[in-house]
């Protein structure tokens, strides 16, 4: 009677291999528990330390008191019409957007051209080619600054007798090169994930190159052409270091921004810097939703369906 029911007992709870895998499998289950819940964690906080900065400015682009939270003033948007109402601040910001466009549109249509020929053609030196392609978005803006500004004021007038005076066009040129690697890298990589058989249907059919490039290649890298553009434009925009050597007697928005430091002009500094975050946030969240510009450049459009 003992040994059947020692017997039964020792089969309802398991042999002794049995609850090793049973324990062993738990103990997984909680650190695969705890790692998710860990990395949530960690993720929340590099948000919250990210975010509590621009948050701070734009919740203070509105008290009355523009540099600390205490004492509490009110809120204002007096600080918003005095920026606006700034001539040379609005004449800066103007001239950021057309350098930002001219330069990041530039530095697209040699981007393209590069791409297609690192891409789709074989010739020698290729991998060097494509280095100095990407070298200007790792050199320090402060060595590229200098490098460019001695080139404009030094070596163009000696080798070629061209004078340039540093100002507009010069941080154009500046910043289209510095724009050049980001449209490289995107479209080259959407090139490489590109199903050439398209193109080869489209001649086929008796499609001339025109029309297989226009209705078929085209349509296909398009995204991967805004997003370069977009962010040779960001880039541009942003820029301070390269401009502030290019830029004569020129000044751009961050190089009047930079001004507002010196002086501790925060109400101003505030409205304008919170003005830009949410024009740059609206146009990124629109480029990066709207027709799935991510899907499309990382070639992965229509996989979960």
Not at 290 to 303: D, Q
Request: no cysteine; charged share 15%.
């Amino acid at each position: 009677m003992a040994t059947e029911t020692d017997s039964g007992t020792e089969t309802e709870r398991g042999t002794p291999t049995e609850r090793g895998t049973g324990t062993r499998i738990l103990d997984h289950e909680r650190k695969e528990w705890l790692l998710g819940r860990g990395l949530y964690v960690v993720a929340g906080a590099l948000l919250v330390f990210l975010w509590i900065p621009l948050a701070v400015m734009i919740v203070l682009s509105f008290t009355v008191n523009a540099s600390t939270f205490f004492p509490f003033r009110g809120v204002t948007l007096a600080h918003y019409g005095a920026t606006f109402a700034d001539e040379a601040l609005m004449r800066s910001l103007w001239h950021s957007v057309q350098v930002a466009t001219i330069a990041a549109s530039i530095a697209t249509l040699l981007g393209v051209l590069a791409s297609f020929a690192l891409a789709r053609f074989a010739f020698p030196l290729k991998e060097a080619y494509r280095t100095f392609g990407i070298l200007p978005m790792v050199i320090p803006g402060v060595v590229l600054g200098i490098a460019l500004l001695i080139y404009f004021r030094t070596l163009l007038p000696q080798l070629f007798g061209i004078t340039i005076v540093p100002g507009f066009w010069t941080v154009v040129l500046t910043h289209s090169v510095y724009g050049l690697p980001f449209v490289l890298l995107i479209v080259t990589s959407r090139l490489y994930t590109f199903d050439e058989s398209l193109e080869e249907a489209a001649r086929d059919l008796g499609a001339d190159p025109l029309t297989v490039f226009r209705d078929v290649t085209l349509p296909i890298v398009a995204p991967a052409i805004g997003a370069g553009f977009l962010f040779a434009w960001i880039r541009s925009f942003e820029d301070f270091i390269r401009a502030f050597f290019v830029r004569g007697t020129m000044d751009v928005l961050t190089t009047s921004m930079f001004s507002m430091i010196k002086y501790g002009t925060a109400p101003k500094m505030n409205a304008i810097s919170s003005f830009i975050v949410l024009v740059i946030a609206v146009v990124l969240a629109v480029a990066m939703n709207v027709g799935n510009v991510s899907g499309m450049v990382a070639g992965t459009e229509g996989e979960e369906e």
